[in-house]
């Protein structure tokens, strides 16, 4: 969708009705500053050769993690190409995983240029600014299952979350990825959101 940056979308295999998202979920994968990164990354099956042959072509250098439930595969990814994997502090109990993150927070830079962002949602996630591709990754603070790119409803999104969100428009990006629904969004579609009603789910 850039220069050093593609995508895959897969279904979630613990997805169920009334979760509130669709059932395909997106895993970013960017080349910056010598380094190539997989965000929030939930593995192919085995079968699924295309996606494997291009991770293995050029394999990952470290894995990202942007909010405390979209652990995914992790330690899959850590294991099979030995990345460093960083992500946030604290996780549910019943989703931690095996390998020990490194800890990111608002304004961490991660190998490769890569600098983590506030959303204002008090859900523990860092979206991820992607200087190289002028790109914005979000785990679930924005999305977008009926295609139209909205901000995900928190009790605090007057208060905080758009204050946040309209700081981030400081940033030069001209892409927007999420992880539900409609994937790729560019710079009008995220102005737009912030003066819509929210997501519910």
Same mark, same amino acid.
């Given at each position: 969708?850039?220069?050093? @940056?593609?995508?895959?979308? $897969? ?8 979760l509130g998202w ?7 994968? #960017? ?16 079968? !699924?050769?295309? /996606?494997?042959? %291009?991770?293995?072509?050029? =394999? ?9 439930? *979209?652990?995914?595969? #992790?330690?899959?990814?850590?294991? %099979? ?12 109990? &019943?989703? /931690? ?6 800890? /990111? ?5 991660? =190998?490769?240029?890569?600098?983590? $962002?506030?959303?204002? %949602? ?8 992607? =200087?190289?591709?002028?790109? @914005? ?8 299952p009926e295609g ?8 605090? *999104?007057?208060?905080?979350? @758009? ?8 940033? =030069?990006?001209?892409?927007? /990825?999420?992880? *539900?629904?409609?994937?790729? *969004?560019?710079?009008? !579609? ?7 009603? &929210?997501?519910?789910?």
């Amino acid at each position: 969708m850039a220069p050093g @940056l593609w995508l895959w979308r $897969l279904e979630y295999p613990d997805w169920k009705p009334g979760l509130g998202w669709p059932p395909a979920v997106t895993s970013a994968c #960017v080349e910056s500053g010598g380094e190539i990164a997989v965000i929030d990354p939930l593995a192919p099956p085995d079968d !699924a050769g295309e /996606i494997w042959a %291009r991770l293995d072509a050029r =394999p990952p250098t470290l894995a990202v993690i942007l909010k405390p439930d *979209h652990v995914r595969d #992790v330690d899959l990814f850590v294991r %099979r190409y030995e990345v460093r994997a960083f992500g946030p502090s604290l996780f549910w109990r &019943t989703n /931690i995983p095996e390998t020990e993150l490194e800890g /990111i927070e608002p304004g961490s830079e991660l =190998p490769g240029g890569l600098v983590a $962002l506030y959303d204002g %949602r008090g859900r523990n996630e860092t979206p991820l600014w992607l =200087p190289e591709q002028r790109a @914005l990754v979000f785990a679930d603070a924005l999305t977008a299952p009926e295609g139209e790119l909205l901000v995900w409803a928190t009790p605090w *999104h007057e208060e905080r979350v @758009l204050p946040a969100l309209r700081a981030l428009l400081d940033l =030069p990006f001209e892409h927007v /990825i999420v992880s *539900h629904g409609e994937p790729v *969004h560019n710079r009008a !579609a995220y102005e737009r959101a912030l003066e819509l009603p &929210t997501w519910q789910g």
